[in-house]
């Protein structure tokens, strides 16, 4: 009986988004978390529409003909849909079948996938500095502290020369003008890493709990991207030793990410409706 109001209640859901796709007059069928107003969500429809030109709509996960970018969210895609750049947070089957793949965020991704998958990695996270300049604060700070929602509580610190940024702030550009008034980065978000990466900030990467699910899957993921190991360091050391451990910002290749003839099999997602 549970299963079968499931199904009644994912085919109502793809009727009503299927509909609303017909009436926005062209926007892009595109799927993102929303319940936790996470930073690596809250970006998503602005790095889409900017490098595609098209504005997205955001749809529920089981419709069939969306874009899956930013995020975690590479196991919600389904035969029609397509992938740019998205991942899984943790190693699991992902049945890749009617699915057209431009790129995932890294090989370990990749190989969870059954079915035709280039070897074209990134995250879209790292395409933020072609979005968005951030305001560079006179007011500087020797480190910032970036914790993944989960890990709030236990990154805290009290220190006038240290910068607390929520990831759950829902204006993402303010985030932005925070991450690059620092001159260091600790951090145990996914997208604290990337952002830093793209901005040229040095980062420390820490997991001071075992709340995030997946434990370091989709950060080895987006590290082997980007052709690296990436070191964890122990957030029991210490702000002034973790300072020390910073990891200077990569030159990333955006070219994944970046491939003109993309546009087109984007573009048949909007036609299609």
Known sequence: MLNLRRRIKGKLSRARDAHRVRESRGALPAFWFT??????????????????????????????????????????????DVVWGAGLFEERAVDGR????????????????????????????????????PRRSSNRFD????????????????DSSVLFIDVQDPDWRATLDRVVSCDVLVTSSLHGIIVADAYGVPVVWV??????????????????????????????????????????????????????????????LRASR
Request: charged share 20%; proline share 8%.
């Open 98 to 133: 009617g699915v057209r793949f431009l790129a995932v965020r890294g090989p370990r991704s990749r190989s969870c996938i059954r079915g035709e998958v280039p070897r074209r990695y990134g995250d879209p996270g790292m395409l933020l500095p072609s979005v968005y300049t």
């Open 35 to 80: 319940g936790r107003k996470n930073f690596g969500d809250l970006i998503a429809p602005a790095i889409i529409e900017h490098r595609f030109g098209i504005s997205p709509i955001l749809v529920s996960g089981s419709f069939s003909g969306k874009i899956l970018g930013p995020g975690s969210i590479l196991h919600r895609a389904v035969p029609g």
């Open 207 to 268: 997991q001071p709990t075992n709340a995030i699910k997946g434990g370091q899957f989709k950060f080895r993921d987006y590290f082997e991207g980007t052709d690296r190991e990436g070191h964890l360091s122990n957030w029991k050391h210490g702000l002034a030793k973790l300072v020390d451990e910073a990891e200077a910002s990569p030159t990333l290749d955006l070219s994944g990410l970046l491939r003109p003839q993309d546009s087109a099999a984007v573009a048949t």
């Open 143 to 158: 480190i910032g502290v970036m914790p993944h929602y989960h890990d709030k509580d236990a990154m805290r610190v009290s």
